[in-house]
Structure formats: C-alpha cells, structure tokens
C-alpha cells in the first residue's frame, strides 16, 4: 500500500502547486449509482477439498447488486483545458453467495475512495466547469467486505461475531466522461459515467478479494 499512496500523491503533489493558484475552485457533489462489473459482479468458485478428499467448501457462486454512494469534489482549473479535481466518495453493494444445498451467505461491499483526477476540457471551459469533460484518476481504496448468514442490515448480526469482515486498502483507478450543464455562473448540473478499477492486491489464488471493478454514474451539481 506504500506504493499506491506513492503513486496517488502524484495528481496530489501537482494540486498543491499551480493548481491551488488557479482561481475559483469547483465544489461539487454527487449521487452514484454503481454497476458491478466482471468478478466483482459474478464470480463462480470450485469446491475445495482436502488432501483425503473430504470436502472443505462446495462450489459457490458469488453476485453482487447494484449499490448506492455519493461523492463530494473540488476542481481546481489550472488552464483553459485542464483542472485537477480532489475527489472524495465512498458507496455500498449488498450481494449473495450461493451453493446448491446449503444457506446463503449474505454479502456487503463498502468503501472509502480517496482520490485525485485530471478533467480535460475540450472545449475550453475549464475555468467554468461547464460542457463537455474527460476524467481519469488514481484512488486510495479502503474496503470493507462482510459476510454472514443472518440480515446485515440487522444490527444484532452486524454487531455480533456471526458476521466475518475482511479489510482492504489497494489502489485503484478510473476513467470516464462527464458534462455540466447550466450557465457561466452559478450553480450547475453535472452527469459523469466512470469505470473503475482495481489495481493492487487483487491475486484471489494469493488471498484476496476479486478487484473491484465498476462502471459509477453520478448525478449531482457543481458550483
């Protein structure tokens, strides 16, 4: 994880030079909606067993749903075109693991992204974040995986030892495309799809979890 704060304090390092010169910072903030994508949405896994043959775990199948989270940003505009933007936000996924005569396991994802982005703006607007704009970044993931056979949402199976957490820090990163919509000043409304990725520690035949991989649309507004 040192090297992926490493590499996440780059867009960061840049923002506390010209980029906190730029005038007018952009605050916004956002309602997500997150589409698991690949392993994270299904992932199928063999049964184990053990060196006599008796079996360990049976073959399982593992979903996760759509999830809900929100993010808060700030746009520093360092040029017509370009603006390098803090971006901060977290979401949640509830999913199943399933086997052929046995109970489900109920699943939950959450996280806390700490991020920092590059937005390109074609057409000249960076100063106004208005129109048409391009995204990529780098995040500090911290991730939480639950699992249990009883209701997550119910604080006697979330508070008690019936639930099996995991914790994962990694880095990941994202590209996407938004638009702002609205006038010069003010405030405006902004939509943005992204896809995210997991770029560390994702060796599931070393341990960890499948990566983390999703396509994020968010709603929200920019002033």
């Known amino acids: 994880m040192r090297r992926a704060a490493s590499l996440l304090m780059l867009p960061l390092i840049l923002a506390s030079g010209s980029a906190l010169k730029a005038q007018s910072p ?3 903030f956002s309602l997500n909606l997150v589409f698991p994508t690949g392993d994270f949405a299904s992932k199928s896994y063999p049964a184990f067993l053990d060196q006599s043959g008796n079996l360990l775990s049976p073959a399982s199948k593992e979903t996760y749903d ?3 989270g929100g993010s808060f940003t700030v746009s520093f505009p ?3 075109n370009l603006a390098i933007r803090l971006n901060l936000s977290g979401s949640s996924e509830n999913g199943t693991n ?3 005569g046995y109970s489900t396991i109920n699943l939950r994802h959450s996280q806390f992204n700490l991020g920092g982005d590059l937005q390109i703006f074609p057409q000249g607007t960076a100063f106004r974040h208005r129109g048409l704009y391009f995204v990529a970044g780098l995040s ?4 939480q995986f639950d699992r249990s056979f009883g209701d997550l949402n119910s604080n006697y199976y979330y508070n008690d030892y019936n639930v099996d957490t ?4 990694r880095l990941g990163g994202s590209l996407g ?4 919509f609205g006038y010069d ?6 939509m943005e799809a992204t896809f995210h990725k997991t770029l560390t520690s994702h060796d599931v035949t070393a341990g960890d979890p499948p990566s983390t991989d999703f396509v994020k649309l968010g709603f929200g507004f920019v002033f």
């Not at 000043?185 to 902004?190: P, S």
């Open 26 to 28: 952009h605050v916004g």
């Open 66 to 68: 759509v999830g809900l």
């Open 78 to 80: 360092v040029d017509r």
């Open 98 to 100: 399933r086997a052929p």
């Open 140 to 143: 500090a993931d911290f991730e």
């Open 166 to 169: 995991t914790r994962k820090s």
């Open 177 to 180: 495309i938004g638009h702002s």
């Open 185 to 190: 000043a003010g405030m405006r409304f902004t």
